[in-house]
């Protein structure tokens, strides 16, 4: 449960790294005359991928609460099901900002010179560590399931 969680925390971190360094890419590269960041595909792109991280993160905050034990009257504790919820929704956006690093970097993304391609390895060797996406949606089905009956 505990690795689950770390793996969840450095996803999403590396997305957040990924999403940083993305803005700056954006902000620095420039295309006919003017910064590829300004360019609204590209500013779409990237509040996408803050979207996604900044809702995994309460997931993750979450789990951290409930793996502490610290119970609260009337909220459900279950840390196995909050720590798979936390999981999937902090792989989805890393995966999501790794993909769009990506496409606005471009082929220098590809290049050994360039670190991009190091946190996208990660976020790839990540998202299978300590259970498949798979597996973390089968726990909170499961739990739902359970806690409808």
Do not use: C
Request: charged share 20%.
């Amino acid at each position: 449960m505990a690795g689950a969680f770390a793996v969840a925390a450095q996803l999403l971190g590396a997305g957040r790294r990924l999403l940083d360094d993305t803005v700056g890419y954006a902000k620095a590269r420039s295309q006919y005359g003017k910064a590829i960041g300004e360019y609204q595909a590209i500013k779409h792109l990237l509040a996408d991928v803050a979207t996604r991280l900044e809702l995994a993160a309460p997931l993750l905050n979450g789990a951290a609460v409930s793996l502490s034990g610290a119970s609260s009257r009337g909220v459900d504790l279950d840390p196995v099901r909050d720590v798979s919820a936390a999981r999937i929704a902090a792989a989805d956006a890393a995966y999501l900002a790794a993909r769009t690093a990506l496409q606005v970097h471009g082929a220098i993304g590809y290049t050994a010179e360039h670190d991009l391609g190091l946190w996208i390895t990660k976020v790839r060797a990540l998202q299978s560590a300590w259970g498949t996406q798979a597996e973390h949606r089968a726990i909170v089905l499961d739990a739902v399931r359970k806690a409808a009956r």
